[in-house]
Nanobody, 117 residues
Framework: QVQLVESGGGLVQAGGSLRLSCATS????????LGWFRQAPGKEREFVAR???????YYLAAVKGRFTISRDSARDVVYLQMNTLKPEDTAVYYC???????????WGQGTQVTVSS
């Protein structure tokens, strides 16, 4: 089994920054493809950023240039650096992992990010 634990959410003013962390553990966790999703109130969960083959990265168009996904393989942690935050970035952010890029087998519990205007 694989465990994902997010941290780093909070309340920030528009234009500010936050860094989310997702600690991974469990069987073969270091070989998993990792990504971030978010779900705003009343909306469906949406993809935000992910890794693919050869550590290539993909981003939701609305966050490209503002968010950066990175990974510390030695510590089995994946990060989401979020800069120039906007009120529309307010959501619960989830870490996800899978054995194949774009397919998600494991989810974290989520961390709340609130951006005030």
């Amino acid at each position: 089994q694989v465990q994902l634990v997010e941290s780093g959410g909070g309340l920030v003013q528009a234009g500010g920054s936050l860094r989310l962390s997702c600690a991974t553990s469990g069987r073969a966790s270091s070989s998993l493809f990792l990504g971030w999703f978010r779900q705003a109130p009343g909306k469906e969960r949406e993809f935000v950023a992910r890794f693919s083959w050869a550590n290539s990265t993909y981003y939701l168009a609305a966050v490209k240039g503002r968010f950066t996904i990175s990974r510390d393989s030695a510590r089995d942690v994946v990060y989401l650096q979020m800069n120039t935050l906007k009120p529309e970035d307010t959501a619960v952010y989830y870490c996800a992992a899978g054995h194949t890029p774009g397919f998600w087998d494991y989810w974290g519990q989520g961390t709340q990010v609130t951006v005030s205007s």
